[in-house]
């Protein structure tokens, strides 16, 4: 008998083919919220069908807490947002990376007076290279179709010590690279 043994976490196939925007709007009640679209890349297919695409980001879905349809009550994610510098990083459970977010500083801002963005996770392929127009035409087909999901990220609760380094957080670890961390010191390493 053999067993395959799926891990947990997104794979890092998935997690290099996904493609991000982010940008500023107007919620349900008028208030300005900040958006962020994750989508997977078309090369993300295998063999012409999308099936086993749409089953990793659903599989990303699970993993970043459990999206909703865009009827439900949006949920608040288990993934949270981390400000680096003036990089914006999301952190997902179980990844060994981070997801660089694009971000202009009114859009950082708003995060940061906010402290949540409202995620979107696209079911359908779509190239990090499309313009406004065809992201605005993928959003209004995603939606009509029920292929978007929808949950809350959040800023971990505050409380960062001033000792901890600020580009890994205490870890040790680069959010980006996945390596050793270049810009802590080695308290970062010792301290839980």
């Known amino acids: 008998m053999s067993v395959a043994l799926t891990p947990p976490g997104p794979d890092l196939r998935l997690l290099v083919s996904l493609a ?11 208030r300005e919220i900040a958006y962020i679209l994750i989508t997977h890349t078309p090369a993300l297919t295998d063999g012409g069908t999308a099936v086993p695409a749409e ?4 599989r990303l879905s699970v993993c970043l ?5 865009a009827r439900e009550v949006i949920p608040d994610l288990a993934c949270r947002l981390q400000l680096v510098g003036d990089r914006v990083l999301l952190r997902i459970p179980e990844a060994s990376r981070r997801l660089q977010l694009p971000t202009r500083r009114s859009w950082t801002e708003l995060v940061a007076r906010t402290g949540e963005a409202i995620l979107l996770l696209g079911l359908d392929p779509l190239p990090q290279s499309a313009d406004a127009l065809r992201l605005d ?15 809350r990220v959040q800023f971990p609760p505050p409380g960062p010590r001033a000792d901890v380094c600020s ?10 690279s996945g390596r ?3 810009d802590c010191s080695l308290h970062c390493r010792l301290e839980p």
Not at 55 to 58: L, P
Not at 65 to 69: D, K, N, P, V
């Open 20 to 30: 991000a925007w982010t940008w500023q709007g107007a919620g349900p009640d008028g």
């Open 180 to 182: 050793a961390c270049p």
């Open 65 to 69: 807490g459990g999206l909703t349809g």
């Open 55 to 58: 089953d990793r980001m659903r």
């Open 167 to 176: 580009t890994c957080g205490g870890s040790g670890t680069d959010p980006i």
């Open 137 to 151: 035409a993928y959003l209004d087909s995603a939606l009509a179709a029920d292929r978007l999901l929808f949950g």
